[in-house]
Structure formats: C-alpha cells, structure tokens
C-alpha cells in the first residue's frame, strides 16, 4: 500500500514539475498564460491545476503580470480585460441612448399622426381654455340673469291673478 503512495506522490511531483517548467518557458516566450494553454503544455489535466491551489495562484500571478523586461508583448491580458470592461461600459452608455432616442421619436411620430388623424388637440390650447373660462363665466351670467327673468315673470303672473280674482269678485250690482 505505501510503495502505490509513493507512486502517487512521484507522478504527482513529475506533474508538478512539468507544470513550472511550462510556466517558465510560457513567461519567457512571452506568451498568454491561461490554465488551458498551461495544462496543454505540460500534458496535464486542468483540474490537476485547481487542486493545486499553489500552481493555480501562480498561473494567475502570470497571467496578471507584465511582461519580461526587453520583451514586448502583443496586449497583456489586464490590458485586454481593461479595454473589455470600457467597451461594456461604452456599449451599456450607447444603448441607454438608443433607448433615450427611440422613445423621443416613438413620441414625435405618434404627436404627428394624432395630429394628421385630426384627433389631435389643437397647437393653441391655451388660447382655448381662456376661451372656455370665459365662456364658463358668460354662462353663469346667463344663468343669473334667466332666474331674475324667471323670478319677475312668476311676480307678474302672481298680480294676474290677484287682478283676475279681483274682478271676478268685484262689486255685483
């Protein structure tokens, strides 16, 4: 039992092993640092890097570092997650507008057909409600006036009868 442990702890330090070298020769070549291109290079399984948090804290460190010094590298990866995250915040900027100038055009075109359909309210509302309001106080003018008239008018038929009765019952010879 202990010589199969052993085994495991030799193929897993041969594995180890391959996984710096690779890392090495990935830094010094200048190349993108990933867990798969990583764990394709030294012909080990990805998951062999994530149960080895040591190996996965180094692949990230070289993923996030810059290059060697007199090495010029194409984009680092930190510059290329940079541009990604000003291109979503750009992208995320250009649709709020989009939907800013959608939604002022749904309403341009939807004034002017309610205003070709001839539903539409006129251009001079205020001019129409000033008119309304003098017309609303026109109306209860009227309206004083017509109860006065109809007042005097119950007065004059009130004395008609008075008159009526009074002859009627006048002095009979």
Same mark, same amino acid.
């Given at each position: 039992?202990?010589?199969? +442990?052993?085994?495991?702890?030799?193929?897993?330090?041969?594995?180890?092993?391959?996984?710096? @070298?690779?890392?090495?020769?990935?830094?010094?070549?200048?190349?993108?640092?990933?867990?798969?291109?990583?764990?394709?290079?030294?012909?080990?399984?990805?998951?062999? %890097?994530?149960?080895?948090?040591?190996?996965?804290?180094?692949?990230?460190?070289?993923?996030?570092?810059?290059?060697?010094?007199?090495?010029?590298?194409?984009?680092?990866?930190?510059?290329?997650?940079?541009?990604?995250?000003?291109?979503?915040? /750009?992208?995320?900027?250009?649709?709020?507008?989009?939907? &800013?100038?959608? @939604?002022?055009?749904?309403?341009?075109?939807?004034?002017?057909?309610?205003?070709?359909?001839?539903?539409?309210?006129?251009?001079?509302?205020?001019? %129409? &409600? /000033?008119? +309304?309001?003098?017309?609303? &106080?026109?109306?209860?003018?009227?309206?004083?006036?017509?109860?006065?008239?109809?007042?005097?008018?119950?007065?004059?038929?009130?004395?008609?009868?008075?008159?009526?009765?009074?002859?009627?019952?006048?002095?009979?010879?």
């Amino acid at each position: 039992m202990t010589t199969m +442990i052993e085994g495991r702890r030799a193929d897993s330090a041969r594995r180890r092993e391959r996984v710096l @070298k690779a890392l090495d020769a990935a830094l010094r070549a200048g190349e993108d640092v990933t867990v798969s291109s990583l764990a394709r290079a030294a012909r080990v399984d990805r998951t062999f %890097l994530y149960r080895h948090r040591d190996l996965l804290e180094r692949v990230h460190a070289a993923a996030a570092a810059p290059p060697l010094e007199g090495r010029q590298a194409a984009v680092s990866r930190a510059s290329l997650q940079a541009d990604l995250a000003n291109a979503l915040e /750009r992208n995320t900027r250009l649709q709020t507008r989009v939907r &800013q100038l959608e @939604k002022r055009l749904s309403e341009a075109l939807g004034e002017q057909a309610w205003a070709e359909s001839g539903l539409g309210a006129p251009a001079d509302l205020d001019q %129409l &409600q /000033r008119r +309304i309001a003098l017309l609303e &106080q026109e109306l209860v003018h009227k309206v004083g006036e017509l109860e006065e008239r109809t007042e005097e008018l119950e007065a004059a038929r009130a004395a008609n009868r008075e008159l009526t009765r009074a002859l009627n019952t006048g002095p009979r010879e």
